[in-house]
């Protein structure tokens, strides 16, 4: 079984920045697409940013420019940095990983308030 540890949410005032970290059990997701997804209140989850195993990247829209995805697979490991926070940016952010299968964490709640 894969498990998916987020970390790094957080409440923050808007143009603040956060780091979300996301582990994974699994030792070998060096070749596969990880990503992270968002869920605001209301809303359909939708996807933020992902970067494949070999580091190409994709964003939403609404975050180019200010968020910045990365991975670390000697750690199994990817990240989601994130500047100039909006409060449109309010949600429980998921890290994601596609193995066939698309695997889950459990969510971290990112609050920007205004």
């Known amino acids: 079984q894969v498990q998916l540890v987020e970390s790094g949410g957080g409440l923050v005032q808007a143009g603040g920045s956060l780091n979300l970290s996301c582990a994974t059990s699994r030792r070998d997701v060096s070749i596969y697409t990880m990503g992270w997804y968002r869920q605001a209140p209301g809303a359909q989850r939708e996807l933020v940013a992902d970067?494949?195993?070999?580091?190409?990247?994709n964003y939403a829209d609404s975050v180019k420019g200010r968020f910045t995805i990365s991975r670390d697979n000697a750690k199994n490991t990817v990240y989601l940095r994130m500047n100039s926070l909006k409060p449109e940016d309010t949600a429980v952010y998921y890290c994601n990983l596609r193995m066939g299968f698309n695997f889950w964490g459990q969510g971290t709640q990112v609050t920007v308030s205004s």
């Open positions: 970067i494949t195993g070999g580091g190409t990247t």
